[in-house]
Each structure stands twice: as C-alpha cells, then as structure tokens.
C-alpha cells in the first residue's frame, strides 16, 4: 500500500459530544427513498443520466476517435507527472514508470471528453455519452442532498477543578445563545475538509472545486489502475498548483487497503489540525467491493480520530504522577515478552461485565492453573467469589481508584496483587500496592517528557497504547504487550443481554449493593424536599451505566447486546489490538464473554476449557519474584533532574506563538481564512512535536481541538458568512484565557497530583479574567467511606475452589 500527501502550511467527558456519523447503508437508503437512485453509484446515476440514449447510439463514433485522442492524453500524463514530481514527488514515483495490471483503453466522444474503456470485461467505466456531464450531475446531487457532520460538545458537569472543561464550558454556553440549531446542513461555499473515496478519471474533483472553495482535500483510490488513468484525462497539474499557490491542503492515498486508510487519515488530522476530524462531509463516486470496504472501516473507526484528545489538566495530572512515581521508586515494566516458561500458560482477561457470573464456578477451579488479570472492580467480584487473581489492572488517573480498593476489608489481598497500571495513575493507588508493573502510556505527555529527559533509563520501559476508554481494554493491550500467547476474555461483555439491562455481575457488591443503597438514600432526601414518589424497591436495581444503552450489536454467542458509544468504542480499541497482535507476535485470542462480539477473537464456552484443570499449578511466588527482580525497574532522577522536568521555557515559548497567531492584526476575513488559522496553530505545534520536547506539544493540543471543533460549528451553521466569523471572533478570548491560566498552573509542577491540586487556588477553577470570573468548585463526594468499608460483609478473603 502507498500513502501520498502534500504538506501545506496555512498562515463525563464522553457524554459531553457527539457526531453522528451514518453507515454506508443508512446513507444509502435515505438516497434511494429520496431520489430513487444512490447517487455514490456512478453507474445507477448513468443510468438516471439523460445522455444515456446517446451512449448507447455513439458506441461506434467513440471506437473512431481512439487515435484523435491519443496524442492529447500522452500530453497531459507528462504535464502531470512534471507536476507531481514538483509537488509530490511520491506520486510521481509510483507511476512514471507504472504498468496497469488491466488493458485500459481511452475512447472519446464527439465533445473531446475522454472515457475509460475495459476490453477484457467489454463495458466502459462511465457507462454515458457525456463522462464530465455525469460527474457534474453527480457533485450537483451530492452537495444538494448531503448534509455535514459536526462534532458537538455539551455542557460538562465539573467536580474535578480542571480548566478545559471550565473554558470549553464557555464556549458551549456561548454557542448555545448564538448559534441556531441546523437538522441537515448542506455545503455553501466552502469546506474546511472533505473526504472523496473513488477518484475515477478525476472529472469529479475539479468540478468540486468550481462549485466550493474546499481547504483540505483527502483522495482515497484503491484502484492503482483508475489512478493512472485519471493521470492522462484530469488536469492534476493545474489543480497541484492552484492548491500550492492558496496554501491549501491535499492528501493522496492511492493503492490504499482498508487496513490502513484510517491510520493514514488519522495522521493527516494530526499533522494539519485534529479538529478538521470534527468535520465530516464525503462522498463517493462509485461502488466497488474496495470502495465500501473503505468505507465501512473509516466509519468503524473515525471516533477515534477525535473521541480520545485529551487535554491539559489531565496532562497535567498525568506528569505529575509520573514524576511521582519515580521519586516514590515504583517499579516500571521492561520492555518485552515475559520468559518462555509463562507466556504459553492460558491467561484470564477479567472484565466486570454481567456475563463474568457464569464463569465464575470455572475460574475457581483453574484458578491455579492459569493466569488471572482482574480488570478494574472486577477484583472485588472475585474476591467475594474467593478466586485470588495474580494482576490487578487500572486505568484512571483519579483517586476513585483508590477508594474503590479501600472498600475490601481485607487489604492483604489488594497488596500482594501485581498492580498493571499505565503511569498515569495516581500516586494513592501505587501507595496501597507491594508490587507495581507500571506501563508507559504512549499518548501520554509523561511518556515523552522522561523519553526526552531520562532516555537512557525509559528506553527500556515497555509503552502501552489504546489502555482506554475501560480497564479491558488496558487488560487487552498490556497482556499483548507482555507476549501472553494464549489470551481468554472473560466478562469482557461490553453491554448487557440481560432484560434488566444490569452491566455489572450480581457478585459485585459495589454495584448491586452499596451504591444501590446511597442511590436510595438519595432519593429520600429528594422525595422529602420535593415530594416526589419513590422509585418501586421490589424490583431489582443495578446501579445504572455510567453511559446509555442506546444501540444493539450482535452477542458473541449469537443474539444482540445493548451497548453504548463507550463500549463500542472500547471494542473497537481492543480490536485493533488484537489484530496486530495475531498479525506481529502470532497471539490467540478467545472470547468467553457472554457479551458483544469481537471480530478479532474467537467464541469459546468455558465449558469447552476443561482441559485446563490438567496444566500444572502456577508458582506463584516464583512469578512474582520474578516480575519484581526481573522484568520491572526503577528510574532513577535526583532533584536537580526532577526540576529540569518540570522546566517550562519550551511551554512558554509555544504559547507565545500560538497567542500571536490568534490575536493577528490580519484578521480572517472567510470562513477558510479562520479555518487556515486555526490550522496554522496546529501546525505550530505539530513542527514542535518533531523535536524532543514533543510533550509540550501534547500538553495543550487536545484541548485547543476541542475548542477549534467548536469554532468550526458556528463557522459553518450560521448561514451569513460575515456573520460567522463575527461570532467565532467572540470565541477566542477563552482560549487566550485558557493558555494564560496553562503557563500559571504548570508552574505548580511536580505537586499537581489529580484532586490534591485544589490547594494551589483556595478550591477554584483557574484564575480571574475581565469577563470570566474563577468560579467555585463544587468537590465531587466520595464514591467508598470508611463506613461503606466498616459494613462490607466480606470481612476475610477465602480462596474457595468450588
């Protein structure tokens, strides 16, 4: 596969957005109700095409012409390839010399409009009297029929004291009194990105940009063959030079699978702003068993591209621990697979998912036989089920992490786990753990911060990556990482077949118990101040998920899970995993999860795994021994080292720049103008994340996407474009705020841990600006006290077998 491009420089948390994209088949069946036809299907709009009587009567005339043409098209091949050797010399490079792997002939009516002929198949590729006419028709119906998508934020609830969400609040709050809500938007006159799958012979493209002023183009043509074609009857070079000399951007991605479009598409985002992700307008120019695989795999995957940005505060959190981490000599895993004599023993992904219940009488009876991972609360499920696991992993940074251990009474089985963790946990949780396995976090700022500062010591720490958005999915990625050849997920079921719609197992008092009872108790307080009935205690409760069950997938034993964003999400992290795993380190991977279906493992009952009663015990002391003298390490840095970590003179420099880019005295006049401004910051900080203080960079992108997302919005829904820009102008001064209360706090640094940072401004969120006033913070009330714990019924761990 290849990948071109030409680079251009242009001078709860989840809950809170969404996007709504639509799959290939929902598209097409609005279409067909609407027009009668797909128009993304070049041949069904040939066949509604009025010239297709005289196609079919000027067959003939067009085999005359062949020989007319053909000096034309040798013409233009050359004029082309001249072009992208100038601009984009990779395209060049792939077809200066290329041989199509089908006879490809050029046939020419009679209004000098080449067409694509297939001998070996008899059939032309436009099967019209007028190619050009017919990709006009077809940008016609598309741009009068398909709205574009935006990513939306709403209003987040904060109780954690962090200045993105307080700034992106404002934002939001902003919008919502200025900018009208807009069911279907159609294109107007321009376009930030828009995406087209299917070049054809490129008529289409250039009759894109007559009809709107498009920023970013991204090319997607699977077929090598249909490329080079497009080579000899589009006037590429003129279009390479139009978009050089108006600074805009374009991206080729010829010859592409759909294995890799998204990762390349994904970079794109990252190299000219991730916020063009939250924009989402495409179209396709024909169907083809390639074109829909593509298309299919970029709508499996486009949440991606912008559900997991990050932002400061958490960045800044994150650092903070890591660096705590290594003044408190916790331990860090070393890079590479465990030693031969483990990695082929069965290993346990446990997961605290409904379906985990009915394996529990299985994983009693292996329990010293296999490997056991516990993910998140599923180890006070096992420790009311007396199965002693030998990892426990999580994944947030917060201290609910900690208060949710604190409720097992029995604290000696907590310590003697090996805690699996990225290192972005906080220093509370590592503190109630004799043995720490810490991952770097790759998509973290800590990660490259002691990348750059300590390499010679983190070069050996083993990084971890996609460990979000649930603990299964660090369970997942960090067993991958440690060479496991055999991984079985259990209570992985990301959703729920229950009617009830419970997603957590009965055996889990934290969830059916506990939080049920405060629930109550909080509605008896509510029902006395406002007199409203309470709920019908007969029936059974779980605490509801923490996200709607709003759609249905297939289940991994056959019938259909509910499941939200998240768990799909999550799936679909876990199965880029395992793809890769299978594909680079030959891994198996099962799934015995009763729950939704993950395409890259395979369906197993535990009832078919009794074979493992048979494998020998786990020395379990051994093991362990073994990851703490062996496979982990500690970094070493003195203070002297811990202050050149937290130094920000890069930071400030960045900021400086970004600030002067947006309060320019050249002010954008057009939608495209702002856009290109705003690409010109990300592209600032792209330039950075080439250099080692690649982190800075990082601390700060997530949450300018963010907002940059947003300003798209009122960009692009308000119909008056003098007035769209008015309105986005209003927006900036909450990121100027933003980056002045950033180089405040990080001044804060190493004592910045996550909930304990409060002290720093007397419990408010950020600083005072002219028009923004810090307000309070309203301190979120401990998920576990130490009464939930005194009443905990479990007093003791028993390890029971039966």
């Known amino acids: 596969a290849s990948s071109q491009q030409q680079e251009t420089t242009s001078g709860n948390y989840f809950e809170a957005f969404n996007l709504n994209i639509k799959t290939k088949q929902e598209v097409e069946a609005e279409f067909t109700e609407e027009l009668g036809f ?37 013409e233009r091949f050359q004029k082309n390839m001249e072009a992208f050797k100038k601009y984009i010399p990779n ?4 077809f200066h010399e290329y041989k199509p792997q089908e006879t490809l002939e050029f046939m020419c009516t009679s209004n000098g409009i080449p067409n694509l002929f297939f001998p070996e198949r008899n059939e032309f590729f ?40 307080r700034y992106l609040n404002e934002i939001v709050k902003y ?20 995406i087209l799958m299917g070049i054809g012979l490129g008529y289409h493209v250039g009759y894109l940009y007559e009809r709107i002023e498009v920023g970013n183009l991204v090319l997607i043509e699977p077929n090598s063959d249909l490329f080079f074609a497009s080579l000899h009857t589009f006037d590429w070079a003129n279009l390479l030079e139009f978009v050089n000399e108006n600074h805009r951007g374009i991206f080729f991605m010829v010859g592409q699978t759909r294995d890799y479009v998204f990762e390349d598409l994904n970079a794109y985002y990252g190299r000219h702003g991730r916020m063009l992700a939250g924009f989402m307008w495409s179209m396709v120019h024909y169907r083809s068993k390639e074109i829909n695989d593509i298309s299919d795999r970029l709508i499996e995957d486009y949440e991606r591209s912008y559900a997991t940005l990050g932002f400061f505060d958490d960045h800044l959190f994150a650092v903070s621990h890591g660096i705590h981490h290594i003044m408190d000599k916790v331990h860090f895993m070393k890079r590479g697979a465990l030693k031969d004599e483990y990695i082929n023993t069965p290993i346990c992904i446990v997961a605290n998912g409904p379906s985990l219940s009915h394996d529990l009488p299985f994983l009693r009876k292996v329990q010293d036989k296999v490997f056991i991972f516990a993910c998140g609360t599923a180890l006070e499920t096992l420790y009311n089920a007396g199965i002693r696991p030998h ?30 963790a990225g290192d972005v946990v906080h220093p509370d949780v590592t503190k109630m753990f004799n043995h720490t396995a810490i991952f770097g ?21 083993a990084p971890v990556s996609l460990m979000n958005p649930l603990v299964g999915n660090l369970g997942v990625s960090s067993i991958t990482q440690m060479g496991f050849k055999n991984v ?26 506990i939080s049920i009872k405060k629930r109550e ?31 249905v997938v297939e289940g991994n034993f056959g019938g259909e899970v509910a499941t939200s964003y998240l768990y799909r999400l999550s799936a679909s992290y876990m199965d880029v995993i395992m793809r890769n795993g299978k594909k680079n380190s030959s891994i198996n991977y099962f799934n015995c999860s009763d729950g939704a279906k993950l395409k890259e493992a395979s369906p197993v009952h535990s009832e078919d795994l009794d074979w493992w009663l048979d494998l020998p015990d786990i020395d379990t002391k051994k093991f362990i021994d073994y990851i703490d003298n062996e496979k982990t390490l500690v970094l070493e840095a003195d203070e002297a080292k811990i202050k050149e970590m937290c130094d920000q003179t890069v930071l400030d420099l960045v900021i400086e720049l970004i600030v002067k880019v947006l309060k320019g005295e050249d002010r954008p006049k057009t939608r495209l103008d702002y856009v290109f401004m705003l690409q010109t910051v990300c592209e600032i900080l792209n330039k950075v994340r080439e250099t080692r203080d690649y982190y800075v960079a990082d601390f700060i992108d997530g949450s300018l996407y963010s907002m940059f997302a947003m300003f798209l919005r009122s960009l692009y829904l308000i119909k008056d474009e003098e007035e769209a820009v008015k309105i986005t102008e209003g927006q900036v001064k909450y990121v100027l705020y933003f980056l002045e209360d950033v180089q405040k706090l990080y001044k804060f640094l190493p004592d910045y841990c996550a909930e304990d940072h409060h002290v720093h401004l007397n419990s408010k969120i950020g600083y005072d600006h002219p028009d923004s006033k810090a307000p309070d913070l309203v301190p979120r009330k401990p998920m576990v006290t130490a009464e939930d714990t005194a009443n905990y019924p479990t007093r003791k761990f028993v390890k029971r077998y039966e």
């Not at 009025?50 to 067959?59: C, H, S, T």
């Not at 919008?175 to 828009?194: F, G, T, Y």
């Not at 079985?488 to 118990?513: A, Q, S």
């Open 175 to 194: 919008q919502n009194e200025k900018v009208p809500p807009v069911a279907n938007p159609l294109l107007a006159n321009s376009c930030p990105i828009a």
């Open 391 to 420: 990892f426990y992993g999580c994944t947030e940074r917060l201290k609910v992490v900690s208060e949710h251990l604190s409720i097992i009474p029995d604290q000696d089985f907590v310590r003697e786990r090996v805690l699996v």
């Open 521 to 551: 108790k909080q509605e008896e307080e509510e029902a006395k101040k406002t007199g409203k009935p309470l709920p019908d205690k007969s029936k059974k409760r779980d605490t509801p998920s923490a996200f709607p069950l709003n759609s």
């Open 91 to 94: 395209i060049y490079e792939q």
């Open 441 to 461: 976090k790759a998509d973290e700022n800590f990660f490259w911060l002691a990348a750059a500062k300590l390499y010679d010591q983190f070069r050996h720490v």
């Open 126 to 165: 436009y099967k019209t009297y007028d190619p050009e006419a017919l990709c006009k028709k077809q940008v016609d119906t598309v741009l009068e029929h398909c709205p574009f998508r935006q990513l939306k934020y709403s209003i987040d609830k904060e109780y954690l004291g962090q200045i993105h969400h």
């Open 488 to 513: 079985y997920l259990f209570g992985v079921d990301n959703g729920t077949k229950r009617k009830d719609l419970m997603t957590h197992p009965d055996e889990n008092l934290f969830y059916n118990d």
């Open 38 to 74: 797909d128009p993304y299907d070049i041949d069904q709009m040939a066949e509604h095409s009025d010239a297709q009587p005289l196609f079919k009567e000027n067959i003939a005339n067009l085999m005359e012409l062949q020989q007319a043409m053909s000096v034309m098209l040798i």
